[in-house]
């Protein structure tokens, strides 16, 4: 619309009167007819938004109370109700808004189209330079303008537009006739919208913005038509603003009538839905009772419900529930105490397995382990006789390690061993690396009836398997005929699993042990060679005195000296005399020059390994540049005298022969 000082919106703005411009943005700015241009105006700014940032909400801290069901079905029929009632009156209101701001766009299409059509191209292309203003052209125009702004309804603004060489939008012709309203001929449009510039160029027939912008002035809509001359040439663009402040008033009508429906039906969907829950909810609460005493376990408690609906079916299917419950609870009280009972011995067993397996992680040493072992799986587990078979170096059997009884201990003594896969039950477990158990010794093939243990009546052998190899067998024998579930044969593998880890934890630490002494033994022998070596090179001592550091004698054994010894590996490589004049040397002392013979025997060790590393590049730069002198001859004379001639170099001028015996060669 033409007026000045309009907060920005989306939508098309009419030309502004103070700055003689138009504009199609959302930043156009307006102002009412009196501060039109000619009169000094202040500028004005988009008045700000606000937001609502869901901070309103609050919450409220309510005891926790039971809903009854027949309300959460009266709230939620109320709700299903007046939703689709709220979605209806919404979706009718706005079918209305939009029939009518179509309506009002469609009258403004036609409004601006006929009226492009009653202005004279050819007098208004005359109009070039603003001195033309009162011209009778001019007049002309502007009286045409002043008709059709008064032929239509609600239309304010009418106005003729072009752009000049620079492509500025500017005001030709205006309907009003007020100084302070009017935009002269010329002035330029800079106050244009980005809809406007961007689609002057391009406005080929009558245009009506898509929306509304509203001010403190009212709510108003531009339209926008070309104006073309007899030869099909466009002369200019025909503006015009149209208030739509009687279309917001309908639809401030439509949307009353829209809440009145909507807040009415609210208490009568609410009553209807009350009845509605009451109706519905009675046979719920028989059922919600019976439930009640079924929770407390009446189970002989019956619904009745006289109907023929779904509850009813209900209420039946409820009774055999309640009584096919009854029964399965009889039944399945039986059954947790028998399995409360198992679960109770496997609880006691695996606690067993695991002293068992803590105990022997302990020992280190071999045969007190697979002692301990089997006397505590005896004392743990109650059983007559516990014993440790370990597969023998050749293979072919597994011999008696340990044993907890005292038949065991005489089979110890006598070398007790069996044939794998052959004797017994541990030759067949520790053949066939899985469990083997005889409930019953007498009526099982691979018994070993052994007299001395005349007792047993049942016995469990059990493999002691170490990545897929058989390391040894544990076996266990009870008094009782029967003595052994697969349940406990599972416990018992499990353990017999540790312990042929702890085996051959025990084993591998053994051999690392043995192995750790050989090669301490080896460097120990290796620093004694090379400390001897170095010793017969030459007397390495030096003594302090008042007078000064000077080389010394290697220092005697005597009664008024103190000798700490220079250690390296625990071999003895030096020492360290010395000799006070007066007093006894303090603990304090003695102790300070004990840590520093340490760290002078680990730099003396250094200082040899320097010296070898030294020796050593000497030799290899040598042999490499014996063999690089050596290999630049190209003859065999050439070879054997460069070589003899290197070889005395590098011998320290020694006298050196290399020849060639061609008759050793034939004589072979």
Same mark, same amino acid.
Request: glycine share 8%.
């Given at each position: 619309?033409?007026?000045?000082?309009?907060?920005?919106?989306?939508?098309?703005?009419?030309?502004?009167?103070?700055?003689?411009?138009?504009?199609?943005?959302?930043?156009?700015?307006?102002?009412?007819?009196?501060?039109?241009? !000619?009169?000094?105006?202040?500028?004005?700014?988009?008045?700000?938004?606000? #937001?609502?940032?869901?901070?309103?909400?609050?919450?409220?801290?309510?005891?926790?109370?039971?809903?009854?069901?027949?309300?959460?079905?009266?709230?939620?029929?109320?709700?299903?109700?007046?939703?689709?009632?709220?979605?209806?009156?919404?979706?009718?209101?706005?079918?209305?808004?939009?029939?009518?701001?179509?309506?009002?766009?469609?009258?403004?299409?036609?409004?601006?189209?006929?009226?492009?059509?009653?202005?004279?191209?050819?007098?208004?292309?005359?109009?070039?330079?603003?001195?033309?203003?009162?011209?009778?052209?001019?007049?002309?125009?502007?009286?045409?303008?002043?008709?059709?702004?008064?032929?239509?309804?609600?239309? #304010?603004?009418?106005?003729?537009?072009?752009?000049?060489?620079?492509?500025?939008?500017?005001?030709?012709?205006?309907?009003?006739?007020?100084?302070?309203?009017?935009?002269?001929?010329?002035?330029?449009?800079?106050?244009?919208?980005?809809?406007?510039?961007?689609?002057?160029?391009?406005?080929?027939?009558?245009?009506?913005?898509?929306?509304?912008?509203?001010?403190?002035?009212?709510?108003?809509?531009?339209?926008? @038509?070309?104006?073309?001359?007899?030869?099909?040439?466009?002369?200019?663009?025909?503006?015009?603003?149209?208030?739509?402040?009687?279309?917001?008033?309908?639809?401030?009508?439509?949307?009353?009538?829209?809440?009145?429906? $909507?807040?009415?039906?609210?208490?009568?969907?609410? $009553?209807?839905?009350?009845?509605?829950?009451?109706?519905?909810?009675?046979?719920?609460?028989?059922?919600?009772?019976?439930?009640?005493?079924?929770?407390?376990?009446?189970?002989?408690?019956?619904?009745?419900?006289?109907?023929?609906?779904?509850?009813?079916?209900?209420?039946?299917?409820?009774?055999?529930?309640?009584?096919?419950? !009854? !029964?399965?609870?009889?039944?399945?009280?039986?059954?947790?105490?028998?399995?409360?009972?198992?679960?109770?011995?496997?609880?006691?067993?695996?606690?067993?397995?695991?002293?068992?397996?803590?105990?022997?992680?302990?020992?280190?040493?071999?045969?007190?382990?697979?002692?301990?072992?089997?006397?505590?799986?005896?004392?743990?587990?109650?059983?007559?006789?516990?014993?440790? $078979?370990?597969?023998?170096? &050749?293979?072919?059997?597994?011999?008696?390690?340990?044993?907890?009884?005292?038949?065991?201990?005489?089979?110890?003594?006598?070398?007790?061993?069996?044939?794998?896969?052959?004797?017994?039950?541990?030759?067949?477990?520790?053949?066939?690396?899985?469990?083997?158990?005889?409930?019953?010794?007498?009526?099982?093939?691979?018994?070993?009836?052994?007299?001395?243990?005349?007792?047993? #009546?049942?016995?469990?052998?059990?493999?002691?398997?170490?990545?897929?190899?058989?390391?040894?067998?544990?076996?266990?024998?009870?008094?009782?005929?029967?003595?052994?579930?697969?349940?406990?044969?599972?416990?018992?593998?499990?353990?017999?699993?540790?312990?042929?880890?702890?085996?051959?934890?025990?084993?591998?630490? &053994?051999?690392?042990?043995?192995?750790?002494?050989?090669?301490?033994?080896?460097?120990?022998?290796?620093?004694?060679?090379?400390?001897?070596?170095?010793?017969?090179?030459?007397?390495?001592?030096?003594?302090?005195?008042?007078?000064?550091?000077?080389?010394?004698?290697?220092?005697?054994?005597?009664?008024?000296?103190?000798?700490?010894?220079?250690?390296?590996?625990?071999?003895?490589?030096?020492?360290?005399?010395?000799?006070?004049?007066?007093?006894?040397?303090?603990?304090?002392?003695?102790?300070?020059?004990?840590?520093?013979?340490?760290?002078?025997?680990?730099?003396?060790?250094?200082?040899?390994?320097?010296?070898?590393?030294?020796?050593?590049?000497?030799?290899?730069?040598?042999?490499?540049?014996?063999?690089?002198?050596? !290999?630049?001859?190209?003859?065999?004379?050439?070879?054997?005298?460069?070589?003899?001639?290197?070889?005395?170099?590098?011998?320290?001028?020694?006298?050196?022969?290399?020849?060639?015996?061609?008759?050793?060669?034939? @004589?072979?």
């Amino acid at each position: 619309m033409k007026t000045a000082g309009r907060p920005a919106w989306s939508a098309p703005s009419p030309k502004s009167p103070h700055t003689s411009g138009r504009s199609e943005t959302l930043t156009a700015s307006c102002r009412p007819p009196s501060a039109r241009s !000619g009169a000094p105006s202040t500028s004005r700014k988009r008045p700000s938004r606000s #937001r609502w940032t869901g901070r309103e909400r609050t919450t409220m801290n309510r005891p926790r109370r039971i809903l009854p069901l027949h309300a959460k079905l009266a709230m939620g029929f109320s709700l299903l109700t007046v939703a689709a009632i709220g979605i209806t009156a919404h979706l009718y209101y706005q079918s209305t808004k939009a029939m009518l701001r179509q309506d009002i766009r469609n009258r403004l299409h036609d409004a601006v189209a006929i009226g492009a059509l009653q202005v004279d191209a050819a007098a208004h292309a005359k109009l070039t330079a603003p001195d033309q203003e009162g011209s009778p052209d001019y007049l002309r125009l502007k009286k045409t303008l002043q008709r059709i702004r008064d032929a239509g309804t609600d239309i #304010r603004f009418v106005y003729t537009m072009r752009q000049d060489a620079q492509g500025n939008i500017v005001f030709i012709v205006d309907a009003e006739e007020s100084e302070q309203d009017i935009s002269h001929l010329g002035d330029i449009y800079d106050d244009a919208g980005d809809f406007l510039e961007a689609n002057f160029a391009a406005f080929q027939s009558a245009t009506a913005a898509e929306n509304f912008y509203t001010d403190k002035w009212g709510t108003w809509l531009s339209g926008y @038509a070309p104006i073309y001359a007899p030869d099909g040439r466009r002369e200019a663009v025909l503006g015009m603003d149209i208030s739509a402040d009687n279309v917001l008033a309908q639809e401030r009508d439509a949307f009353r009538r829209v809440l009145v429906i $909507f807040f009415g039906s609210i208490p009568v969907s609410g $009553f209807i839905g009350w009845l509605f829950g009451l109706a519905l909810t009675a046979p719920i609460s028989k059922l919600i009772k019976g439930a009640e005493q079924l929770s407390n376990g009446n189970f002989n408690y019956r619904i009745k419900i006289r109907s023929n609906d779904e509850t009813a079916i209900l209420a039946a299917t409820f009774n055999q529930a309640a009584e096919r419950l !009854g !029964g399965l609870v009889a039944r399945l009280e039986e059954r947790v105490e028998e399995r409360t009972a198992q679960l109770s011995r496997r609880t006691s067993q695996l606690q067993a397995a695991t002293r068992v397996a803590r105990q022997a992680t302990a020992i280190r040493e071999l045969p007190q382990l697979l002692d301990d072992t089997v006397r505590t799986i005896s004392d743990q587990f109650g059983f007559y006789h516990t014993g440790i $078979f370990l597969t023998e170096a &050749e293979g072919g059997f597994v011999s008696l390690q340990a044993a907890s009884s005292e038949g065991g201990q005489k089979m110890l003594t006598r070398g007790h061993r069996l044939q794998i896969g052959e004797q017994g039950i541990v030759g067949y477990a520790a053949a066939q690396k899985r469990p083997r158990v005889a409930l019953d010794v007498g009526e099982d093939a691979y018994f070993f009836n052994n007299p001395d243990l005349p007792e047993t #009546r049942s016995e469990a052998a059990l493999p002691l398997v170490v990545r897929n190899r058989v390391i040894g067998v544990l076996d266990i024998q009870s008094k009782q005929a029967r003595a052994f579930s697969p349940e406990d044969i599972e416990t018992f593998q499990t353990l017999a699993d540790q312990i042929a880890l702890i085996i051959e934890n025990a084993r591998l630490f &053994e051999e690392m042990n043995l192995a750790v002494s050989q090669l301490e033994r080896l460097a120990t022998d290796r620093i004694q060679q090379a400390w001897m070596d170095g010793g017969r090179a030459g007397s390495h001592a030096y003594q302090y005195t008042p007078a000064g550091i000077q080389p010394a004698f290697r220092a005697g054994d005597r009664d008024d000296q103190l000798i700490v010894p220079i250690l390296l590996h625990n071999q003895k490589i030096g020492e360290i005399a010395a000799k006070r004049s007066e007093g006894d040397w303090e603990a304090r002392e003695q102790a300070m020059l004990a840590e520093i013979a340490a760290q002078v025997a680990l730099a003396l060790e250094n200082a040899r390994l320097l010296d070898e590393a030294r020796q050593r590049a000497i030799h290899e730069r040598t042999v490499g540049e014996v063999v690089s002198h050596i !290999g630049a001859a190209h003859d065999m004379d050439a070879v054997l005298r460069v070589a003899a001639q290197e070889i005395g170099k590098a011998l320290g001028d020694s006298e050196v022969v290399v020849q060639i015996r061609a008759e050793e060669l034939e @004589a072979k």
